[in-house]
């Protein structure tokens, strides 16, 4: 990930999405060593740094809710969920759902929250502002 420190990974989230926000907040109260960089995936940073590893249709076939990317590639759905959990301090309890669910129910349960996320947690008008002592952590704001 050039002009991003590759051994920090980089979360894309929807930046007008509440559940999106909430859960880079969420995040961000258990990365106490700073381990993430965010950014909104709708902003020139994100398609910069996708377009960097995917082609145009691997592109368009990006969900807009939240993706990883980490010196491993690009992770989606429920595995970027719980790739990110699993590098938090504290209690990692959604990596227990990869036990419990196949990956397939897991991407299956994560769709049907991402297809809704608005409709039950609504959406923003803008993409949040990080505060100054946030700021480093988040490119493209």
């Not at 699993?86 to 994560?110: F, I």
Request: overall charge neutral; hydrophobic content about 40%; aromatic content about 8%.
């Amino acid at each position: 990930m050039s002009g991003v420190d590759a051994s920090r990974p980089l979360i894309l989230f929807d930046g007008a999405c509440n559940l999106c926000n909430s859960a880079v907040q969420w995040v961000i109260e258990r990365d106490h060593d700073h381990r993430f960089y965010f950014a909104s995936i709708q902003s020139d940073v994100s398609r910069r740094e996708l377009g960097k590893t995917l082609s145009r249709e691997a592109l368009d076939q990006l969900p807009d809710s939240i993706v990883l990317l980490d010196s491993d590639g690009v992770h989606t759905r429920s595995a970027a969920a719980v790739r990110i959990v699993r590098r938090l301090d504290g209690p990692a309890v959604l990596s227990w759902l990869e036990v419990v669910l196949p990956r397939p129910a897991c991407d299956a349960l994560y769709d049907v929250v991402a297809r809704n996320r608005y409709r039950w947690f609504g959406r923003r008008d803008t993409c949040m502002t990080p505060t100054p002592e946030m700021a480093d952590r988040f490119l493209g704001s």
